[in-house]
């Protein structure tokens, strides 16, 4: 599989914004710092996880990857092309091919337009098509493709009239009307019900395959992460601790932090005896991050040397990376 997308030490600080006070007697300037340094790849094909609890900077991840924000320091290459090198005007034509799902359907769509009109909102913008009947044609095929049949009671509708999971098939089929290579899916399931989810998730995975796209996945659930995801990067505290092949690490997670996630998956059978990896605290907020591994406060595992040095990513394996002193 050849590559799609190169993220290579990607830096995203926001500056805090202070009030008069702190400005007069304060020189320290403060930054919430979302993504601290992460390098990862998503071949063609592949549908690459990224994983953590709130605010370890998956989502702003998502952002930088499709360029909706600009970053700190970093570099990203999505096809070769350097995306921050290039104008706005090549970004736009870029944008073609890169897409995303929003993780709420009811704030995402108009609810002033009909579901044909949200459709084909982007063909309009990207200049596709040479008539309304043709781009409406499209809109048709489109609708069928995401399940939502017969299209012609879809097509003149308002979101409010259809359920979430209607929704969310509504977004997907505005994501690749224009036919991406990749699409980012921020959490594009965790606001449905648990009864649509498994059908939405297929839907995406069926697609995937009809249409030759590849997905950045962003989730805080792993279970749904080990049914979609090929490779998977736990991130906490906008750093990658953790990198590979998804069943890998869903079976044999390595970094403490990982572990303790995975055990936090639940497992519908009362029998089985969870164990429970005993994490400490609160995640700590990132305008302050704890010096050395950034987990030391938390990890029953901590040493000297963790509350001191930064561990490295390093590899312990093909194709699996981990940043903990006790692999380096
Ligand atoms: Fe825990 Fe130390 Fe590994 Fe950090 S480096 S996860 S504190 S053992």
Not at 21 to 48: M, Q, T
Not at 307 to 315: A, G, M
Request: some cysteine; glycine content about 6%.
């Amino acid at each position: 599989m050849s590559e799609l997308v190169k993220v290579e030490n990607l830096v995203k600080w926001f500056p805090l914004r202070r009030g008069l006070f702190s400005s007069l007697f304060r020189r320290e300037e403060l930054f919430v710092r979302a993504v601290d340094g992460i390098s990862f790849n998503i071949k063609e094909g592949e549908i690459f996880g990224l994983a953590g609890e709130s605010g370890c900077g998956k989502t702003t991840t998502a952002r930088l990857v499709l360029r909706l924000i600009e970053p700190t320091d970093g570099k990203i290459y999505f096809k070769g092309i350097d995306i921050l090198s290039i104008d706005k005007k090549e970004m736009r034509k870029l944008r073609k091919e890169m897409q995303i799902i929003f993780q709420d359907p009811y704030e995402s769509l108009n609810p002033r337009m009909f579901i044909c009109d949200i459709i084909k909102e982007p063909l309009k913008l990207q200049k596709i098509g040479n008539s309304e009947e043709e781009r409406l044609e499209m809109v048709y095929e489109m609708l069928e493709k995401v399940g939502l049949t017969p299209p012609e009671e879809f097509l003149y509708r308002y979101p409010h009239e259809l359920s979430g999971g209607q929704r969310q098939r509504v977004a997907i089929a505005r994501a690749l009307i224009l036919r991406p290579k990749l699409v980012v899916a921020d959490e594009p399931v965790s606001m449905l019900d648990v009864s649509i989810r498994a059908g939405i998730l297929d839907l995406m995975l069926d697609l995937k395959e009809e249409l030759n796209l590849s997905y950045l996945y962003i989730t805080h659930d792993l279970a749904t992460a080990k049914y979609v995801c090929d490779r998977l990067a736990i991130m906490y505290l906008g750093k990658i601790v953790e990198q590979g092949d998804t069943l890998k690490i869903i079976d044999e997670p390595m970094h403490p932090y990982a572990k303790a996630l995975i055990d936090a998956i639940p497992v519908p059978n009362p029998r089985v005896k969870i164990r429970k990896i005993p994490i400490k605290g609160e995640v700590p907020t990132p305008i302050h991050i704890p010096p050395g591994c950034r987990f030391h406060p938390r990890c029953p595992y901590a040493k000297d040397i963790c509350k001191k040095e930064e561990p490295p990513l390093v590899k312990v394996n093909k194709d699996r990376f981990v940043m903990c002193h006790l692999y380096s």
